[in-house]
Antibody, heavy 117, light 109 residues
Framework: EEQLAESGGDLVQPGGSLRLSCDASGNTFRSYWMAWVRQAPEKGLEWVATINVDGSEKFYVGSVKGRFTISRDRAKNSLYLQMDSLRAEDTAMYYC??????????WGQGTVVTVSS | EIVMTQSPATLSVSPGERATLSCRASQNVDTRLAWYQQKRGQPPRLLIYDASTRATGIPARFSGSGSGTEFTLTISSPQSEDFVVYYCQQYKHWPPMYTFGQGTKLEIK
């Protein structure tokens, strides 16, 4: 069964940095685009970033451009999100998700990021 | 940015009564639309993609329709576990700029 497991969420001060990881089990993730989607407390879903199969193309929502970097290690079957210059409004549950023709068909359980002093 | 608007914010129906959820796009997205279900404390689950195709393992009581800017998710006879939150998402925009609706909560009348 294909599964995703996020880690790395934590409490961090405004202006700080954090790196999220997403480990994939199963052999098919290497062949798919991958994404990060977040959900602020009691709010809706927001797409954050997407990366293509070989990591050569990356796309971001405007509010994180220049602050967040998505990357992947195909050999390790892992996805990452480097988050710098964190703001209070980045506080959310962060999910990694497999993109299947641009919709998200497999999701991890999420990891919580809290930005607060 | 393509803005997705879901209505109503909360829909109250009796168990077994048909539930119809709406999603409107601010511009044409053809049929590049998905629906997700989210139970409290869980990640979203894909229900429908390409506006009307059920994802693997999704019961037949869930159906999607629409194209262009108007879309509908219908639950023909909601079961107790269906009274949760639903989101639509467009994936028409290129380069990728995926956007979700704000969600509709389905509650028991």
């Amino acid at each position: 069964e294909e599964q995703l497991a996020e880690s790395g969420g934590d409490l961090v001060q405004p202006g700080g940095s954090l790196r999220l990881s997403c480990d994939a089990s199963g052999n098919t993730f290497r062949s798919y685009w991958m994404a990060w989607v977040r959900q602020a407390p009691e709010k809706g879903l927001e797409w954050v970033a997407t990366i293509n199969v070989d990591g050569s193309e990356k796309f971001y929502v405007g509010s994180v451009k220049g602050r967040f970097t998505i990357s992947r290690d195909r050999a390790k079957n892992s996805l990452y999100l480097q988050m710098d210059s964190l703001r209070a409004e980045d506080t959310a549950m962060y999910y990694c998700a497999r993109e299947n023709r641009a919709h998200f068909d497999i999701w991890g359980q999420g990891t919580v990021v809290t930005v607060s002093s | 940015e393509i803005v997705m608007t879901q209505s109503p914010a909360t829909l109250s129906v009796s168990p077994g009564e048909r539930a119809t959820l709406s999603c409107r796009a601010s511009q044409n997205v053809d049929t590049r639309l998905a629906w997700y279900q989210q139970k409290r404390g869980q990640p979203p689950r894909l229900l429908i993609y390409d506006a009307s195709t059920r994802a693997t393992g999704i019961p037949a009581r869930f159906s999607g329709s629409g194209s262009g800017t108007e879309f509908t998710l219908t639950i023909s006879s909601p079961q107790s576990e269906d009274f949760v939150v639903y989101y639509c998402q467009q994936y028409k925009h290129w380069p990728p700029m995926y956007t979700f609706g704000q969600g509709t909560k389905l509650e028991i009348k």
